[in-house]
Nanobody
Framework: QVQLVESGGGLVQPGGSLRLSCAAS????????MGWYRQAPGKQRELVAA???????YYDDSVKGRFTISRDNARNTVFLQMNSLKPEDTAGYYC?????????WGQGTQVTVAS
């Protein structure tokens, strides 16, 4: 199974930016789609963005126009560029395949948007 390690989270003011990275332990080239998910306290984990192997993308309406997902198969890495961050973006962010593989959830990276 692929192990996934997320990084890049932190505390940022509203309107700020962060870039999340997800490093896979082995090749993700043959994984058709990768996704970034988030889970806020008391809420279900939700898919916010996904990217296929040919770089077609999907975005939840709540992040469309602000977040950009990308992947570098040669580096086994998936990125999430987050701009114009809002307090409601505060959550733990996780990457996984899309749809997710239950055994592949990593520790996630916390994003907190507050002034």
């Amino acid at each position: 199974q692929v192990q996934l390690v997320e990084s890049g989270g932190g505390l940022v003011q509203p309107g700020g930016s962060l870039r999340l990275s997800c490093a896979a332990s082995k090749s993700i080239f043959n994984i058709l789609a990768m996704g970034w998910y988030r889970q806020a306290p008391g809420k279900q984990r939700e898919l916010v963005a996904a990217i296929t192997s040919n770089s077609s993308t999907y975005y939840d309406d709540s992040v469309k126009g602000r977040f950009t997902i990308s992947r570098d198969n040669a580096r086994n890495t998936v990125f999430l560029q987050m701009n114009s961050l809002k307090p409601e973006d505060t959550a733990g962010y996780y990457c996984n395949a899309a749809p997710p593989s239950p055994g592949c959830w990593g520790q996630g990276t916390q994003v907190t948007v507050a002034s």
